[in-house]
């Protein structure tokens, strides 16, 4: 029997949400499921959404039960996943980091060799340890890892964090990053050619690269114009148009959504007047 073209999605956890509204943000228009409905279907496309858990993306991948999906980085890499990562998408950030208790001696990675470290991500933590000639014993955990060395279960941890509010509420200082993970969409190797597959790539990057960036409007006095150009973080060229009013041109560009906070005063002291800056619904380079 052949199946529709299917993709894995978080059924709960931290990435459900943002990966349902990136579907339903890319116009696939994906069905509301019911309540325990573990997969639903596209209106705009025949494709079909399968709800599973975050770390079990990467196998149904891997295994073709499914053709594409939705996990964080961090859980491909742990699992070793033979799968393609066909996009980052802009959401689920966070860093594997390694920590110790406040009280603890230890300064940087290198003095964990020898220490008992609990972790829910044991490969990469060895991995990455390795690097900085560090050998521990590793204690696999899965879940509230950051209670290991009060519990006295560990000495340290490796751990993800986002905000490192956690870290620090319990008690932890961290010693370095070993791993950078977001949310990735990840493909069954060996399906590059796969026509569903490349569309729906290119469908959820024109929002992933839309949502990192503005589209500013602004008018300059002409004499100003090259300084302006100058200034914008802007990949292509910008468009510039005469106003009818003499010696003023408007200039349009997208500039990276992380870049106006500190554009927006320089633009202002060049004499930049009529500053708009809007969102952007797609985007493909
Ligand atoms: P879940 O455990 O289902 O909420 O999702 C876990 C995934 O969310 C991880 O594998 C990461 O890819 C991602 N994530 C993003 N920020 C964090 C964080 N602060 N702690 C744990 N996971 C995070």
Known sequence: MTRRFTIAIPSKGRLREPS???????????????????????????????????????????????????????????????VDVLLELGFGSCSLQAAVPNEDSATTLADLSGRRIATSHPYLAATALAKSGVTAEFIPVSGSVEIAPRLQLAEAIVDLVSTGSTLRSNGLRTLGVLFESQAVLIGRSGQATNEARSTLTTVLGSVVNARANRYLLCNVPAEKLDEMIALLPTKGSPSVMPLAANGTVAVHALVPAVAIWSLLPQLEALGASSILTLPVERMVP
Not at 20 to 47: F, M, Q, Y
Request: glycine share 8%.
């Open 20 to 82: 349902w509204s990136l579907l339903e943000a890319s116009g696939l228009a994906p069905e509301e499921p019911g309540e325990r409905v573990l997969i639903t279907h596209c209106r705009n496309a025949d494709i079909d959404i399968l709800f599973v858990r975050a770390d079990d993306v990467p196998e149904y991948v891997q295994d073709g039960v499914v053709d594409c999906g939705i996990t964080g980085l961090d859980l491909v890499a742990e699992r070793r996943s033979a």
